[in-house]
């Protein structure tokens, strides 16, 4: 998989370039801020994950680096999806979310970041408010249409396993949740 450089701080997939370049323009403040994306064989329980790199950990806040891994391919109804393959609207929605995670990260020092990635392994509540967290980061940063017509595609794909979307109910934003944070941010 080729990884091609957006800027000085970002590389990514040449086949999602242009989709990890649109989502970034929501995020101007991680202009600066080192990025990779990059596509994984398999996330268990995922389609990405967004982290920061582990041996940034122990520098600076503001020299962090940080990760997207996107699953290469995603099941539905026991066939193979590859990722890249997506509508780019609800890849752009997809790369929304985990950029929302990286605005939460960098909003923590390297001890709370620690903390907090126990805490999201062993706690179903601590999950739940972070993934609703990158949701809202990504809809207040106006990526709101895109936030939705990822998780339309999710829950309303009759082949995507149930499994997949129990857990997208259970964490994430409900379509009707973000319609109502896009309100709110409309009469701002």
């Known amino acids: ?107 923590r020092s390297s001890l709370n970041l620690f903390w907090f990635g126990i805490k999201y392994f062993l706690s179903g509540s601590y999950i739940k408010e972070a993934e609703r967290a990158a949701d809202t980061y990504a809809v207040s940063h106006g990526m709101g249409d895109y936030i939705l017509d990822t998780k339309n595609f999710i829950l309303d794909h009759a082949d995507i396993e149930q499994d997949y979307k129990d857990r997208i109910k259970k964490y994430y934003l409900s379509p009707e949740e973000i319609m109502i944070l896009v309100a709110e941010m409309e009469d701002k």
């Open 1 to 107: 998989m080729t990884l091609v450089s957006l800027n000085a701080q970002h590389i990514v997939p040449q086949s999602i370039k242009n989709e990890v370049a649109t989502a970034l323009t929501y995020y101007p403040e991680l202009a600066d801020t080192p990025i990779t994306v990059k596509f994984k064989k398999n996330i268990k329980k995922s389609t990405m994950m967004a982290q920061p790199k582990f041996w940034s950990l122990f520098g600076s806040r503001k020299k962090r680096k940080y990760v997207i891994l996107i699953s290469e391919k995603f099941k539905i109804s026991g066939k193979e999806f590859h990722t890249k393959s997506i509508d780019p609207n609800i890849m752009i929605g997809w790369l929304g979310h985990e950029l929302g995670h990286i605005i939460d990260y960098k909003n």
